[in-house]
Structure formats: structure tokens, C-alpha cells
């Protein structure tokens, strides 16, 4: 088949590699010329895993290329993804859809024949019936354009693998039209005949799928938090606790680590998200779980902060802090709502000189935090140090011998806020260790 892909941003670029993976003949369309000519050299502007393969691969072979031109993309096929950035609106939770609607205002002038608008943006439920109304009054095409949603389930770091192989297909479709149907079955044929479940829906479901999907892992994840919480006053140990759980199978371990909490691109945004569509609706006795859900993720950034009060004292100024960790998950440069940075930047402000380092992140956290400081080696990082906290679980940081560390510095303490260094050994090597969830 032939398709574009409208937005070639992290998901974009990512659906538009595996699409040719796939066999299909794909043209990527993004606004930043600067993003297309560097997609057309096989390479990403952000650091995913297995991406930068692709896109090397089938942009070389002549089945991937990207443009800036809305009218190439629509004279090039008549199935379009869109997959742009539905970012937080500027001083409050809900979802900003200006790069949604500003896309399909652009794009629909060109659709002068029929064409199945599939859109994978994560959008509050209800925007829908707004894509259909701005195609009918915007394309020359009108009701022949039919609107079809495919919302996405990615994780970073395991992106390409969960669009080759996702664990669900969702199919979101007006009641009347199957066209759309039948061209997204046959894009998605090889996903398909491998198994995958695939859910065909309304508009409104499918809306809800990605952010209700988030929004029960957020809360997954917040409550083995707040298990930990009394964990920390009992003596009890939360990562025990959590395999205790996970046995169940109702329950099931995978996601449930205690330990910082979530951040990213997703989770938060698309908690509040869900959230700020709730009150909108009058619903919002429904989502007070979530509430709470997102007011433990932020009280397990504090449990840090008061944690190193508790080892340096209340006053931090002249303290010296390295922080292992930029990227809010390993296996990724993305810094968004990072709770390592989110840390490290309270630290600085409580007057403590904070060290960061990171595999992947540096470049983005730099840009960001231009006033904390940064070191590529792990092990140089802790010179002088007096706290060292390990925020993102890089596996790299797991295997450094902290004997190495010891001499290195000034005060050999160390807060592990992911639970996955191996205390005995650190404790055995001369450090004092906290850890989240344990007493």
C-alpha cells in the first residue's frame, strides 16, 4: 500500500519506519524542515532504540521518505495517519489540539478525493466529530473523507517493537462507513494475521483507549507507591511487597515497581488529560482515584528531597549532589516531566551544587538546566560528591563497582530511588544506603 504519515514527532517517525517495515510504500510529512532532512538521512532527531535501523534501511531501500508538503503527501496516497504532538494547554491539564486541527486545516484543502483520515493522536474523548466537521467543510472532497481512530500504545525505548508487535490493534469507526475499515485492515494485514487482537469501535471508545489505558498504569504505579509510603514507617520492604503482589494473577508484577514514580510524555500528561476531560463532562466524582493516583507520584519526588535533608542536614547550601539519571526511563533522551530532573533542579534551588549524569540525556537536560552541572563518566561524576542519588535505572549503573566509588567521595552516602541496586554490596563496599519503599 501506499500512506502518509501527518507529524513525524516521536510517534510519527516511529509508525512511519515500522509501516515500511511492514512493505508499504510511506511518506512522512512534517511542518520542520529542519526534522524532514534529517529523517531522510536515516536518522531521528531523539533517541529511540531499533529506530534509527529503520529508518536507515528503508529510507536507502525507497520506501520511506519524508516531506514538508501537505499537497505531495495527499497527491501521494489516500490513507493518511495522523499522528502530531496534543500537548497540555499552556496553564492547565487539558489537551491542546492547535497542532490537530492547524494539520487537518492544511491538509484537508488538497483531499479532492476520497481518503480515510486514521487519526493516532491522543486526543480528549469527543474531538472526533470535530476532525469530521473540519474535513467536510475543509475538503473539496467533503463527505468522502471518512475518519477513522487508531489510538497508540507505545512505551519508550520498546517503541518499534511495540508498533511491529503491539499487544492490541484498535480500530475506532463511524457506524456508517466500513471503507475505512477494510484500507486499515489491509495496512495493518501482517499485525493482524499474526494474531494480534484487534478491536473494531466506536469513535468515542477508542478516543478513551489510550488515555484510560495511562491513566490505570499511572495508578498501578502510585498505588505499590503508596504501599511503600507505609513500607518506609513499618520496616517493611516494598520491592518484596510488590513481588508478593504481582503473584497474583489478577494483579500481575509487570509496571508495579516502587520506587520515584512515573514521568515522561505519557503517563502525566495523560492523567491530567483524562482528568481535565472528566470535570469538563460533570464526571469528576469518577476520577478522584486518579487524583490521588497523581498526588502520590509527586509526594515520591519530595520523599527524595526530604530523604537527602535527612542525610545532609536542612541546609544544602555548599552540599555537593550527584544525580545518576536525566531521562525519565532508561533506554531514551526524552526529559519530559523527568523526575530525576524534577529532583535535581529542587536540590539546586535549596542552594546544593548538583552533578548529573546520563548514557543518553545530556544534550536535552543541558538545554533545559543550563545552571546544573553535567559529567559523561559515571564513576567521575561522584568526585567529592557528599550524596550520590541513583533516579533513572539505567542498567550501565547497576554493574559499577561502588569500591570504585568509595574513594572518590567526599561522603560515601547514596539514595537509591528505583530499588534495583544491590544494597549487601554497597553497604558491604562502605556506603550508607536509603531506599525508597524499604525502612
Avoid at 19 to 29: F, K, N, P, R
Avoid at 59 to 74: C, I, K, P, V
Wanted: proline letters at 5%; a negative charge; hydrophobic letters at 40%.
Amino acid at each position: 500500500m501506499k500512506m502518509t504519515v501527518i507529524g513525524c514527532g516521536y510517534l510519527g517517525a516511529t509508525h512511519a519506519a515500522c509501516m515500511a517495515e511492514l512493505g508499504h510504500d510511506v511518506l512522512g510529512m512534517d511542518s520542520d524542515i529542519d526534522k524532514v532532512h534529517t529523517l531522510n538521512t536515516g536518522k531521528a532527531p531523539f533517541f529511540e532504540r531499533d529506530l534509527d535501523g529503520l529508518l536507515a534501511k528503508h529510507t536507502t531501500s525507497g520506501r520511506l521518505r519524508f516531506t514538508a508538503s501537505y499537497r505531495e503527501a495527499t497527491d501521494f496516497a489516500d490513507l493518511h495517519f495522523i499522528g502530531v504532538g496534543t500537548p497540555p494547554q499552556p496553564g492547565n491539564d487539558a489537551y491542546d489540539l492547535t497542532h490537530l486541527f492547524d494539520a487537518l486545516t492544511k491538509l484537508a484543502p488538497s483531499l479532492t478525493t476520497p481518503a480515510v483520515i486514521a487519526v493516532k493522536s491522543t486526543v480528549p474523548v469527543g474531538t472526533a466529530p470535530r476532525v469530521a466537521k473540519i474535513l467536510r467543510e475543509h475538503a473539496p472532497a467533503g463527505d468522502l473523507i471518512e475518519v477513522a481512530w487508531n489510538p497508540e500504545f507505545l512505551r519508550e525505548s520498546f517503541a518499534v517493537d511495540d508498533t511491529l508487535r503491539p499487544d492490541r490493534l484498535v480500530l475506532g469507526l463511524s457506524t456508517d462507513h466500513s471503507w475505512a475499515e477494510a484500507l486499515l485492515r489491509q495496512a495493518f494485514a501482517k499485525i493482524i494475521e499474526s494474531g494480534t487482537p484487534t478491536i473494531v469501535t466506536d469513535w468515542a471508545t477508542a478516543e478513551l483507549a489510550k488515555g484510560a489505558a495511562n491513566s490505570y498504569l499511572a495508578t498501578k504505579i502510585s498505588f505499590i507507591n503508596a504501599m511503600t509510603e507505609i513500607c518506609e514507617k513499618t520496616g517493611a520492604n516494598g520491592t518484596a511487597l510488590a513481588d508478593i503482589l504481582g503473584h497474583d494473577h489478577r494483579i500481575g508484577r509487570h509496571g508495579m515497581q516502587p520506587g520515584l514514580g512515573f514521568g515522561g510524555g505519557c503517563l502525566p500528561k495523560d492523567l491530567a488529560g483524562f482528568i481535565s476531560r472528566a470535570d469538563d463532562l460533570d464526571a469528576d466524582q469518577a476520577v478522584g482515584i486518579l487524583r490521588e493516583a497523581a498526588a502520590v507520584n509527586a509526594r515520591r519526588r519530595q520523599r527524595v528531597i526530604d530523604l537527602t535533608h535527612e542525610e545532609l542536614g536542612t541546609d544544602l547550601r555548599g552540599k555537593r549532589i550527584t544525580v545518576w539519571g536525566a531521562a525519565f526511563k532508561p533506554e531514551t533522551d526524552d526529559i519530559r516531566d523527568s523526575p530525576a530532573l524534577a529532583v535535581a533542579q529542587a536540590l539546586h534551588n535549596l542552594g546544593a551544587t548538583v552533578t548529573i549524569t546520563d548514557p543518553k540525556a545530556l544534550d536535552n537536560a543541558r538545554k533545559l538546566h543550563p545552571e546544573l552541572d553535567y559529567v559523561e563518566d559515571p564513576i567521575a561524576a561522584v568526585d567529592d560528591s557528599d550524596l550520590l542519588l541513583h533516579l533513572t535505572e539505567w542498567p550501565h549503573f547497576t554493574t559499577i563497582d561502588p569500591r570504585r566509588l568509595a574513594t572518590r567521595t567526599a561522603n560515601p552516602k547514596v539514595i537509591d530511588a528505583r530499588g534495583i541496586l544491590n544494597t549487601d554490596q554497597w553497604r558491604d563496599a562502605g556506603w550508607i544506603t536509603r531506599t525508597l519503599g524499604r525502612a
